[in-house]
């Protein structure tokens, strides 16, 4: 899938440097108006920016996540630190993901990336399968029939 993909653009001064806009999947221009707030992103493509709460679902997946490296990281005798060192992040969103947290602002649960996933379960030794095996069996028995 080369050459279309979502660009950022942007400004540059002697005394800032940011990003002011970007091209949405359909190739259109979405200008970020300087000091927009959280309320104005709920508009974009996407959601992106959306500041809805997790649903209790996502709350509860992301809580058996927490719980789960935090698990691992005790039985291998590590600290966040050391975790995260291990895995190449940062040690805020080490800490971040064991309090099943996306940010320290917003109530939103943690929802890692692939890659960040990946990381992990190499830094804390266990299959990526194993990582996610709990999660995994919770979430397929909210899907089942009647459950709803």
Same mark, same amino acid.
């Given at each position: 899938?080369?050459? =279309?993909?979502?660009?950022?653009? #942007?400004?540059?001064? /002697?005394? $800032?440097? *940011?990003?002011? !806009? ?6 259109? =221009?979405?200008?970020?108006?300087? #000091?927009?707030?959280? /309320?104005? $992103?709920? *508009?974009?493509? !996407? ?102």
């Amino acid at each position: 899938m080369a050459g =279309r993909g979502l660009g950022v653009f #942007g400004h540059a001064s /002697s005394s $800032r440097v *940011g990003m002011t !806009g970007f091209i949405s999947a359909d190739g259109s =221009r979405v200008n970020l108006a300087a #000091g927009y707030t959280p /309320s104005l $992103r709920q *508009g974009l493509p !996407g959601g992106l920016g959306s500041m809805a709460e997790s649903s209790p679902l996502e709350k509860q997946l992301a809580s058996l996540f927490a719980q789960t490296i935090r698990d691992r990281r005790h039985e291998l005798g590590l600290s966040q630190e050391q975790v995260a060192l291990r895995a190449g992040i940062d040690r805020n969103h080490y800490q971040l993901m064991e309090s099943a947290r996306s940010d320290r602002k917003s109530n939103k649960a943690v929802n890692p990336q692939l890659f960040t996933l990946l990381k992990l379960a190499a830094a804390l030794e266990l299959p990526v399968e194993d990582l996610l095996e709990e999660i995994s069996i919770v979430y397929q028995r909210s899907a089942e029939p009647g459950d709803a």
